[in-house]
């Protein structure tokens, strides 16, 4: 049990005499967000040592590194720079074809892949962990679009396959 309320980040209990709170479901976990305290754009880059020798690293370790590889918090901004880059139709992300075709077959075999990047989903390590940005470039573009570690970004489904199949590089 977390020792304080900034600890307890990913479940809270309903308590009887809430207001709105259903009688019948008293005491049952209702999730809620997680937010990596204090996180700020600055904080959103890799560890020299994830950076490849072309200066590619994946996305996870971008969300690893930020969040001090604490996996809930990792998945939660990974979940949301997905969903960034996705709506801003970033167009350099790159996988390989291997990771490509593996990728495609997750899809067509189950659509949350691409469909379910919410914090909680294992989709988002998935995704996260074959998606490989230029560090520089990512830290950038970031930057120019105003990214918030804390904000909120959606993507309709769509768009996500559009993006995924139309706009990551092979290679």
């Not at 997680?34 to 959103?44: I, K, Q, R, Y």
């Not at 990974?78 to 490509?100: E, H, I, P, W």
């Not at 997750?106 to 490989?132: G, M």
Request: negative net charge; contains cysteine.
């Amino acid at each position: 049990m977390a020792d304080t309320e900034s600890e307890n980040t990913s479940l809270d209990t309903v308590v009887e005499g809430q207001v709105g709170v259903d009688a019948t479901k008293i005491d049952q976990p209702v999730a809620t967000e997680v937010v990596v305290p204090g996180l700020t754009l600055a904080d959103v880059k890799a560890s020299p040592e994830d950076i490849d020798a072309d200066g590619f690293v994946s996305l996870w370790n971008i969300a690893s590194n930020a969040c001090n590889k604490n996996t809930i918090e990792t998945r939660e901004l990974a979940a949301r720079l997905l969903c960034f880059l996705c709506r801003k139709q970033c167009d350099f992300v790159v996988t390989s074809g291997n990771n490509a075709e593996y990728l495609d077959q997750w899809f067509e075999r189950d659509n949350k892949l691409l469909y379910d990047w919410k914090p909680e989903s294992e989709t988002v390590d998935v995704v996260a962990q074959h998606a490989e940005v230029p560090h520089d470039a990512f830290v950038s573009f970031l930057d120019n679009n105003k990214f918030d570690p804390a904000g909120k970004y959606a993507a309709t489904r769509a768009v996500r396959v559009q993006w995924f199949q139309e706009m990551w590089c092979v290679g």
